[in-house]
């Protein structure tokens, strides 16, 4: 199948990335309502409570590039799912025994899961897509992320009011969850849901019939040296730390926004600040339709920075503001966010000439960027308390800004009434 391709091969592939793109945000995203719960249930500090989602996003960095290997070697469908089997152990490992230790080590391996199907599944959207049209479909890949974020929250809030004390007399999936959780922890029982999603996709996949795509020698997980020559261009290492950049702001934010919520605010964080955070994954969501059209009408640098002015305001409203702002400012940080992800993406692998497998490899890499800002600001809210801590954020959208000054894609983003150009 080539990339520019319209058949309906084609077009199962992009709805086949879709559907798993849906299923990392529902496991992935989740991490920052349980932060308050980390902290009661196992009694640690900001610093020790970041460190679950550091477990989680330090997998990318471990296994990104192994990854990219593996797909070489086994092809996209049997390691997506030796993938999700992985996630549906790591999950039920935790749901078992629910310990400090055994969380760390479980999303660990639900986090080299999700590395491995990133790596599988963005140059796959951008073969099936066309180069070309990748920020637009890129655009939508994160619509449907940002929804599955916003629904996981109110999946939480749900469990957390019916699955613990007093949800004896439940039946059906409810009173199996009841009955598999430790009633003190009702938020434990997410992770049975983890596991029972991550399965199911598993048997799915194993179950469907994926036509061969048939990339091109630059759209390949590669070799060393193919690798080695991407670390000497200094682009791999500019659109490494935007990746790095992007993803730790986006956790960063969403995972410490229901507890500063309630440390500074008094907000319930269970379902307060649950709802901040979906509605943080909600407006994304939105956000990425708007950015969808613009990118049809606009330069997508511009617009990148078009949307990092807007973050760093809503922030600043966010930390700054009273109750009623922050509670409003920090959904709308999200919004701002959406077409960050799509847009870096597109922009980086339109920016080399060859290997694009091996640099999405690298750049999956980078999404560890959510293992090292949230511990970041961890650290410093426990030396100077988490106002201070999360200024960090505004390195972070302040580097995506930069982005739009020194971004230089070969082929750029697709506009109505025009041909997308090389440079």
């Not at 000439?353 to 750049?363: D, E, K, N, Q, V």
Request: net charge positive; aromatic share 14%.
């Amino acid at each position: 199948m080539t990339p520019n391709s319209t058949t309906g091969g084609s077009r199962l592939i992009v709805g086949v990335v879709l559907l798993i793109f849906f299923v990392i945000s529902f496991l992935t995203n989740i991490l920052g309502p349980l932060v308050p719960d980390i902290i009661s249930s196992f009694h640690v500090s900001l610093t020790m409570a970041a460190v679950l989602p550091f477990s989680f996003f330090i997998a990318y960095g471990v296994m990104s590039i192994p990854s990219g290997f593996l797909v070489e070697r086994w092809g996209e469908k049997r390691l997506m799912v030796v993938a999700f089997l992985a996630g549906t152990v790591g999950a039920v490992s935790f749901g078992l025994r629910p310990t400090f230790t055994v969380a760390a080590v479980s999303l660990f391996a639900i986090g080299s899961a999700m590395a491995a199907l990133q790596v599988a599944i963005n140059p796959l959207l951008r073969v099936a897509g066309g180069a070309a049209h990748f920020a637009f479909n890129s655009a939508f890949a994160q619509f449907v992320f940002g929804a599955a974020s916003f629904i996981s929250p109110l999946v939480y809030t749900y469990l957390i009011s019916h699955v613990g004390s007093g949800a004896a007399g439940h039946r059906g999936l409810l009173g199996v969850l009841a009955s598999l959780t430790p009633p003190a922890m009702p938020w434990v029982s997410i992770y049975w849901l983890f596991g029972l999603g991550t399965l199911l996709m598993a048997v799915f996949l194993a179950w469907l019939r994926l036509p061969k795509v048939e990339r091109a020698a630059d759209e390949s997980a590669g070799t060393l040296a193919m690798y080695a020559t991407l670390a000497k261009n200094p682009t791999t290492w500019l659109y490494f730390l935007s990746i790095f950049a992007y993803v730790g702001c986006e956790q960063g934010t969403a995972d410490w926004m229901s507890e500063y919520l309630s440390h500074y605010h008094g907000f319930d964080p269970h379902t307060v600040g649950a709802s901040a955070v979906s509605y943080f994954w909600g407006l994304l969501t939105a956000g990425c339709l708007v950015g969808m059209l613009l990118l049809k009408f606009y330069d997508s640098r511009r617009v990148l920075m078009g949307f990092a002015t807007g973050a760093l305001i809503a922030l600043t409203l966010a930390l700054f503001g009273p109750a009623n702002v922050a509670l409003i400012a920090f959904p709308c940080v999200g919004l701002f966010a959406s077409i960050m992800w799509p847009t870096i993406a597109s922009l980086a692998l339109n920016s080399v000439p060859a290997y694009h497998g091996s640099f999405a490899g690298i750049l999956c890499t980078g999404i560890m960027g959510g293992a090292g800002v949230p511990l970041l600001i961890g650290h410093l809210g426990d030396r100077y308390g988490l106002r201070i801590g999360m200024l960090v954020l505004y390195a972070t959208y302040g580097w995506i800004w930069c982005i739009g000054l020194w971004a230089r894609p070969l082929v750029s983003n697709a506009l109505v009434g025009s041909k997308s150009s090389a440079h």
